[in-house]
T-cell receptor, first 108, second 115 residues
Framework: GIQVEQSPPDLILQEGANSTLRCNFS?????LQWFHQNPWGQLINLFY???GTKQNGRLSATTVATERYSLLYISSSQTTDSGVYFC??????????FGGGTRLMVKP | DTEVTQTPKHLVMGMTNKKSLKCEQH?????MYWYKQKAKKPPELMFV???????INESVPSRFSPECPNSSLLNLHLHALQPEDSALYLC??????????????FGPGTRLTVL
């Protein structure tokens, strides 16, 4: 199956700082999603981005499908951004495979 | 409305109990999924239902039995579970109608503890 690797595994930021999270995948994919999992376990959809660039407020994402990676940018981080960020890719069989996640802590 | 609901939120059960988890969506999605997530790990796919038919079973033990009564509902029946089955169980749904668009939306999960 497809391998999905995320980096860094852990990240501590001071409030107001910017960060970039990376997702590498081993094969061609149909789709790619970024999620934020809050402390209660809810997976919140951030981006559906099989290719190209999208922006939503302080967050933006870029996927370069030909080079098999995606980046999630968080600007002016806030304490509410804390949690785990997952990248997940969908193969031809509609199966979603998750990366290991990036655990983000934003300190006030 | 992009809401997937799951009940119960928390469940504690003994190894001899039988219980069921319930998932519901009203987005007209035709694919529904069960995932299992252990602490500090990513979600792992268990089952996929496409158009109310089981299409993927990721070698899940028979003590987990999925059921899709209709296109809006998905159940997971639990029987004779082991303590290592304690985890967060997540349900998701997706449209599946369009080849190029299949965004998955997740419910809040059921946190299961097996004693």
């Amino acid at each position: 199956g497809i391998q999905v690797e995320q980096s860094p595994p852990d990240l501590i930021l001071q409030e107001g700082a910017n960060s970039t999270l990376r997702c590498n995948f081993s094969d061609s994919v149909n789709n790619l999603q970024w999620f934020h999992q809050n402390p209660w376990g809810q997976l919140i959809n951030l981006f559906y981005i099989p290719s190209g660039t999208k922006q939503n407020g302080r967050l933006s994402a870029t996927t370069v499908a030909t080079e098999r990676y995606s980046l999630l940018y968080i600007s002016s981080s806030q304490t509410t951004d804390s949690g785990v960020y997952f990248c997940a890719v969908e193969d031809a069989g509609n199966m979603l495979t998750f990366g290991g996640g990036t655990r983000l802590m934003v300190k006030p | 409305d992009t809401e997937v609901t799951q009940t119960p939120k928390h469940l504690v059960m003994g190894m001899t109990n039988k219980k069921s988890l319930k998932c519901e969506q009203h987005m007209g999605h035709r694919a529904m999924y069960w995932y299992k997530q252990k602490a500090k790990k990513p979600p792992e796919l268990m089952f996929v239902y496409s158009y109310e038919k089981l299409s993927i079973n990721e070698s899940v033990p028979s003590r987990f039995s999925p059921e899709c009564p209709n296109s809006s509902l998905l159940n997971l029946h639990l029987h004779a579970l082991q303590p290592e089955d304690s985890a967060l169980y997540l349900c998701a749904s997706s449209q599946l109608d369009l080849v190029s668009y299949n965004e998955q939306f997740f419910g809040p999960g059921t946190r299961l503890t097996v004693l």
